[in-house]
């Protein structure tokens, strides 16, 4: 890469990983559909055990986490529902309105099946509790999930444009409480409202 490298730059960060765990997730994805024989299976297998070697050389210890872009604003690369680096996240791309209304849409395939053919609950559990608690954070002050209640109303389908929103029921102190949902073109699948807290801030 040149002596310039590791990069400071999120931006450029994102252009080199962001590919890289696009790639992982395909396979991810491949991995559990494929029927391949057992020899490829055993090949692919020597491919991906090298590739993961030479990419842990320069492994750093523990998670990645949180990055801070120089405006001030930050960059999930882990996070499990939007992480940029990370190929068990769908990812989500979280969307605000003026209004306060936060939403995304996407399409979960085969690595967040529960029954056959359907979302995990718990997959649509972790997408609402990120999505509530979108609506309760601000710059610098993120807020913690505190309470969070789900009705399953029907299955969420596999392979099916889905969307989730959430908006702010009201404030009180430094709870905020959520109500959210995702839904197909049919209408609503679970339902969800949560309660998410702003921890004290630190004496300046």
């Not at 299976?41 to 590739?51: F, G, N, P, T, Y």
């Not at 807020?143 to 702010?168: C, D, F, M, N, S």
Request: aromatic share 6%.
């Amino acid at each position: 890469m040149s002596d310039e490298w590791p990069s400071s730059d999120p931006s450029r960060l994102e252009m080199v990983y962001r590919p890289l765990a696009e790639s992982i997730r395909r396979l991810v994805d491949i991995s559990i559909r494929t029927t391949a024989d057992p020899a490829t299976v055993a090949a692919a297998q020597l491919k991906i055990e090298s590739a993961a070697n030479e990419l842990s050389a320069s492994a750093q210890p523990g998670p990645f986490g949180v990055q801070r872009a120089p405006d001030g604003s930050t960059i999930a690369w882990g996070n499990a529902v939007v992480g940029l680096r990370n190929p068990v996240a769908p990812p989500l791309v979280i969307h605000r309105e003026p209004d306060g209304l936060v939403w995304s849409e996407f399409v979960l395939g085969a690595p967040y099946e529960g029954p056959p053919g359907h979302v995990h609950g718990g997959v649509c559990s972790l997408i609402l509790d990120h999505v509530l608690g979108a609506t309760a954070h601000q710059p610098l002050r993120p807020a913690y999930t505190g309470t969070l209640i789900l009705r399953y109303l029907r299955k969420t389908e596999l392979g099916r444009p889905l969307r989730a929103e959430a908006h702010v029921e009201r404030v009180d102190g430094a709870k905020t409480f959520s109500t959210g949902l995702i839904a197909d073109d049919e209408g609503p699948t679970v339902e969800a409202e949560g309660i998410f807290i702003q921890p004290k801030q630190p004496p300046a």
